[in-house]
C-alpha cells in the first residue's frame, strides 16, 4: 500500500578519491573484468575521467593513503499505487525495471557510476560498496 510505504531509501557511504593524488586508469594494474564492466557502465567521456585512488597518498591536508573522505551513494524509490501493484502481482523485479524506465528511477549503481564518471570515486571502491557496475535484469 502505497500510503503506508511512503519511501524506500537504500544508502552507503563510499571513498572519495583525493584529486590531487588520485591514479587515470592507465596508471594503475586492475583486473580486466573491472575494466569490461567500467566500460560497459560509462560512456566514452566518463570512462576518460575514471581515477583510481593512489593508496601512497599525498601531502594534501585532507588526504589519507589517497582518499579525502566519504559520501553517501543512494536509492530512493517513491512508490505510487502503480508501482505496488506491479510488486504485489508481477514481483520485485518486474517493480524495478518498471521504476527504472516508467518513473526514472536512478539505483544505488547508478548514483556511483555517475561518482565513477566525474573521477570522484574509484570503481573498485564502487564495487566493493554497491557491488557490480553492471546490472541484469
Avoid at 566519504?70 to 502503480?82: D, H, K, S
Avoid at 524506465?101 to 555517475?114: F, P, Q, R, S
Amino acid at each position: 500500500d502505497n500510503t503506508v510505504v511512503s519511501g524506500l531509501i537504500f544508502q552507503k557511504l563510499v571513498k572519495i578519491n583525493c584529486p590531487k593524488c588520485s591514479l587515470p586508469i592507465d596508471k594503475v594494474t586492475i583486473k580486466d573484468d573491472l575494466i569490461k564492466r567500467t566500460k560497459e557502465a560509462l560512456s566514452e567521456s566518463q570512462f576518460n575521467n575514471v581515477r583510481f585512488v593512489n593508496l601512497k597518498g599525498c601531502a594534501s591536508k585532507n588526504c589519507r593513503n589517497g582518499v579525502i573522505g566519504r559520501e553517501v551513494v543512494a536509492e530512493i524509490i517513491l512508490p505510487n499505487e502503480e508501482l505496488m501493484d506491479i510488486l504485489k502481482t508481477k514481483g520485485a523485479l518486474a517493480a524495478k525495471r518498471h521504476w527504472k524506465k516508467n518513473l526514472n528511477g536512478m539505483t544505488v549503481i547508478d548514483h556511483a557510476i555517475d561518482k565513477i564518471g566525474k573521477g570522484v570515486l574509484a570503481p573498485d571502491n564502487a564495487e566493493k560498496a554497491v557491488g557490480h557496475l553492471v546490472e541484469t535484469y
